[in-house]
C-alpha cells in the first residue's frame, strides 16, 4: 500500500512565523506535488518535484518555496507566513509515468 | 482563473438515487480526466478516471461519460449509498502523470 504521511495534522502559526510543511512517501516515487485546498477552489497545484533538488511552480506559488533534498521527502516552506495562507495543504506522489497521485491526509494550517 | 468547472457545488440524494457531477474545460490539450473521492480528515484518491478515446467508462456503480465535442465530462453513481456520501473532484491533465487542474468540488450526501 502506498503511504504518504504528513508531519502535522494540525498547525496554529503566528503572522510572519517561518513555517514548514513536512511529507514523506514510502514508494520510490520520482514526483511529489504540494496543493492547497480551499473550500470553492479545489485544489491548487502550489509547487511539485519531479526528481530530487528538482523543483516546478505550480499555479500558486506566490509566498512558497520548497525543498526536495531526499527523494521521499518533499518539504513546503512558508518563508513569513499571512493570515491568507490559512488553508488545508496536501501533498501527493506518484510514478513518472503513471497517472495516479496518491494523497496524504494533509495539514490545517491555522495562521493568526 | 478556474480551468476546469464543475457543477453543483453540493447535492443531496435519497439512498439508490443517481447523483450526477458535471464538469467543463476549455483546454482542449487536456487528454486526461480523473475524478477523485475525498472523505473528511482524508486526503483525496483516485476514484476513476477516463482519456478521450472513449466516451463513457464504467467501475462498479462509478461511470464517467464524455463528451470531446461538448469539452465536458460527468460522473454518475448508480444506487448511491450512505457511504457515497463524500466531496468529489474532478480533475484534467495535459501532461502524464503531473499538474492535475482540479474543479470546486462537489460534497455529496446521500440520505438513508
Known amino acids: 500500500d502506498v503511504k504518504v504521511t504528513q508531519s502535522s495534522r494540525y498547525l496554529v502559526k503566528r503572522t510572519g512565523e517561518k513555517v514548514f510543511l513536512e511529507c514523506v512517501q514510502d514508494?520510490?516515487?520520482?514526483?511529489m506535488f504540494w496543493y492547497r485546498q480551499d473550500p470553492g477552489l479545489g485544489l491548487r497545484l502550489i509547487y511539485f518535484s519531479y526528481d530530487v533538488k528538482m523543483k516546478e511552480k505550480g499555479d500558486i506559488p506566490e509566498g512558497y518555496s520548497v525543498s526536495r533534498e531526499k527523494k521521499e521527502r518533499f518539504s513546503l516552506i512558508l518563508e513569513s507566513a499571512s493570515t491568507n495562507q490559512t488553508s488545508m495543504y496536501l501533498c501527493a506522489s506518484n510514478t513518472g509515468g503513471t497517472d495516479t497521485q496518491y494523497f496524504g491526509p494533509g495539514t490545517r494550517l491555522t495562521v493568526l | 482563473q478556474q480551468q476546469v468547472k464543475q457543477s453543483p457545488q453540493s447535492l443531496i440524494v435519497q439512498k439508490g438515487g443517481i447523483p450526477i457531477i458535471n464538469c467543463a474545460y476549455e483546454?482542449?490539450?487536456?487528454?486526461?480526466f480523473p475524478w477523485y473521492q475525498q472523505f473528511p480528515g482524508k486526503g483525496p484518491a483516485l476514484l476513476i478516471a477516463i482519456r478521450p478515446d472513449v466516451s463513457e467508462k464504467k467501475e462498479g456503480r462509478f461511470t464517467i461519460s464524455f463528451n470531446k465535442s461538448a469539452k465536458q465530462f460527468s460522473l454518475h453513481i448508480m444506487d448511491s449509498q450512505p457511504g457515497d456520501s463524500a466531496t468529489y473532484f474532478c480533475?484534467?491533465?495535459?501532461?502524464?502523470?503531473?499538474?492535475?487542474?482540479f474543479g470546486a468540488g462537489t460534497i455529496l450526501r446521500v440520505k438513508s
Open positions: 480533475a484534467a491533465s495535459k501532461e502524464y502523470g503531473n499538474k492535475l487542474v
Open positions: 483546454n482542449t490539450a487536456f487528454d486526461y
Open positions: 514508494m520510490d516515487h520520482e514526483n
